[in-house]
């Protein structure tokens, strides 16, 4: 398989995915869209290995490792903050409200847009923090990028 | 946080002497020995240090023992006098 070609199906995928991820929220059904993305992460890495054209050598190797190693360096520090934030609030409160655990029936959809259980924060947290690390991530990989030479240019 | 090898960067080499004499462009000797034209660049630019399997690799390509290209800069030392 040529690159373009991969990245045309990894296009291909993520669009896919989108849909999906709408017809999970139209449909209340988180299910769909875990499954489907699971599915997909592991379609895209089968077809890298196909490529044929996508030369990985021991510099870029070395430059994902210590991205990698310097992202999760930061990570922890920032989901281990948040952790026991979140442990700090849990313990301060003495009982729980009322009326926890929430209904499992589902709500009227005038009161979705405004009511946020606490399950529902916790899922917006975890996307901000992988948000979060994605960012770090490129970040730390263009620092490195640019260390080892990968933005160096030459005479030929 | 220790300096590692890559930021002290002590290693020196004559890829771009021996590709001139050869008359290979960093492509071509990426394409022969495996790596990416930019993984050249950057040892020939002192940028990033590589493996000693690369360097061996580099080496026998050219029919030259490892030393002849590569060669490792000592750090000037200071000499406690009495």
Same mark, same amino acid.
């Given at each position: 398989?040529?690159?373009?070609?991969?990245?045309?199906?990894?296009?291909?995928?993520?669009?896919?995915?989108?849909?999906?991820?709408?017809?999970?929220?139209?449909?209340?059904?988180?299910?769909?869209?875990?499954?489907?993305f699971?599915?997909?992460?592991?379609?895209?890495?089968?077809?890298?290995?196909?490529?044929?054209d996508?030369?990985?050598?021991?510099?870029?190797?070395?430059?994902?490792?210590?991205?990698?190693?310097?992202?999760?360096?930061?990570?922890?520090?920032?989901?281990?903050?948040?952790?026991?934030?979140?442990?700090?609030?849990?313990?301060?409160?003495?009982?729980?409200?009322?009326?926890?655990?929430?209904?499992?029936?589902?709500?009227?959809?005038?009161?979705?847009?405004?009511?946020?259980?606490?399950?529902?924060?916790?899922?917006?947290?975890?996307?901000?923090?992988?948000?979060?690390?994605?960012?770090?991530?490129?970040?730390?990989?263009?620092?490195?990028?640019?260390?080892?030479?990968?933005?160096?240019?030459?005479?030929? | 946080?220790?300096?590692?090898?890559?930021t002290?960067?002590?290693?020196?080499?004559?890829?771009k002497?021996?590709?001139?004499?050869?008359?290979?462009?960093?492509?071509?000797? /990426?394409?022969?020995?495996? @790596?990416?034209?930019?993984? *050249?660049?950057?040892? $020939?630019?002192?940028?990033y240090v590589?493996?000693? !399997?690369?360097?061996?690799?580099? /080496?026998?390509?050219?029919n @030259?023992?490892?030393?002849d *290209?590569?060669?490792y $800069?000592?750090?000037?030392?200071?000499?406690?006098? !009495?």
């Open positions: 398989m040529k690159k373009n070609t991969f990245y045309l199906l990894v296009g291909c995928i993520a669009v896919v995915l989108l849909g999906l991820f709408w017809y999970s929220v139209e449909g209340d059904n988180p299910l769909v869209i875990e499954i489907a699971v599915i997909g992460v592991i379609a895209i890495y089968l077809a890298r290995r196909v490529v044929t996508l030369i990985e050598d021991e510099r870029s190797a070395r430059i994902t490792e210590k991205a990698a190693m310097r992202t999760m360096q930061v990570f922890w520090v920032i989901f281990c903050a948040f952790s026991i934030g979140a442990v700090i609030r849990l313990l301060d409160t003495p009982v729980f409200p009322a009326g926890f655990p929430p209904p499992f029936h589902p709500l009227p959809s005038t009161d979705r847009a405004i009511v946020f259980s606490p399950l529902r924060n916790f899922g917006y947290i975890q996307l901000g923090l992988l948000c979060l690390m994605i960012f770090l991530y490129v970040g730390f990989r263009m620092y490195y990028a640019r260390k080892f030479g990968d933005f160096e240019t030459d005479e030929e | 946080m220790p300096e590692n090898s890559e002290l960067r002590p290693m020196k080499n004559k890829i002497v021996y590709r001139a004499m050869h008359d290979m462009t960093q492509e071509d000797l /990426a394409v022969k020995i495996g @790596v990416t034209r930019q993984t *050249i660049l950057a040892i $020939e630019k002192g940028k590589p493996s000693l !399997d690369l360097a061996f690799r580099i /080496a026998r390509h050219f @030259v023992a490892i030393e *290209i590569f060669s $800069e000592e750090e000037p030392r200071t000499v406690m006098v !009495d």
